[in-house]
């Protein structure tokens, strides 16, 4: 092989192992491509539901990886631990379903502007998400930034 058709060897091994895992991904924790459309479809869901009063658990991946254990009453936190210490008031917010939505907006509105937020191109980001049936709560969410250490994971475990 020609010292000119290494990088493209190389190129076309990295994407290879890229799609490999990103299958992985797939097939491990099956979920669609994080839309607008459906984030808004499952949000609107989620307020027909009227659930206001609910326990859940969300276990996170990654370097911050931990069992979230969350009290909802009137659809507001009222109790929240992270590995089983209280966390702060101030985190409580952003782990409700409201919250969680709040987070997927951020979320597709960091892919959009992956260059700023990231520093990669916008399609080096793969926002996943699965919501719930019934009610349209999310219930999983995959972040995977090709080439960078700022993926995320967490999934609902538990929903009473």
């Given at each position: 092989m020609s010292w000119g058709r290494r990088p493209r060897m190389l190129?076309?091994?990295?994407?290879?192992?890229?799609?490999?895992?990103?299958?992985?991904?797939?097939?491990?924790?099956p979920a669609q491509p994080l839309t607008a459309e459906r984030l808004a479809e499952a949000r609107e869901k989620w307020r027909s539901a009227a659930v206001t009063d609910y326990s859940l658990e969300i276990r996170t991946?990654?370097?911050?990886?931990?069992?979230?254990?969350?009290?909802?009453?009137?659809?507001?936190v009222t109790a929240m631990t992270i590995?089983?210490?209280?966390?702060?008031?101030?985190?409580?917010?952003?782990?409700?379903?409201?919250?969680?939505f709040g987070f997927l907006e951020t979320e597709l509105a960091n892919a959009a502007d992956a260059?700023?937020?990231?520093?990669?191109?916008?399609?080096?980001?793969?926002?996943r998400a699965?919501?719930?049936?019934?009610?349209g709560a999310p219930v999983l969410f995959?972040?995977?930034?090709?080439?960078?250490r700022q993926s995320i994971e967490w999934e609902i475990t538990r929903f009473e």
């Amino acid at each position: 092989m020609s010292w000119g058709r290494r990088p493209r060897m190389l190129w076309i091994v990295l994407g290879l192992a890229v799609g490999i895992l990103l299958g992985a991904l797939v097939v491990r924790r099956p979920a669609q491509p994080l839309t607008a459309e459906r984030l808004a479809e499952a949000r609107e869901k989620w307020r027909s539901a009227a659930v206001t009063d609910y326990s859940l658990e969300i276990r996170t991946e990654g370097s911050a990886g931990a069992l979230h254990e969350v009290e909802v009453r009137r659809g507001e936190v009222t109790a929240m631990t992270i590995g089983g210490a209280p966390a702060s008031k101030s985190a409580w917010q952003y782990w409700s379903v409201d919250g969680l939505f709040g987070f997927l907006e951020t979320e597709l509105a960091n892919a959009a502007d992956a260059r700023r937020t990231y520093g990669v191109e916008p399609d080096s980001v793969v926002l996943r998400a699965r919501f719930d049936r019934d009610h349209g709560a999310p219930v999983l969410f995959l972040r995977h930034v090709m080439g960078t250490r700022q993926s995320i994971e967490w999934e609902i475990t538990r929903f009473e």
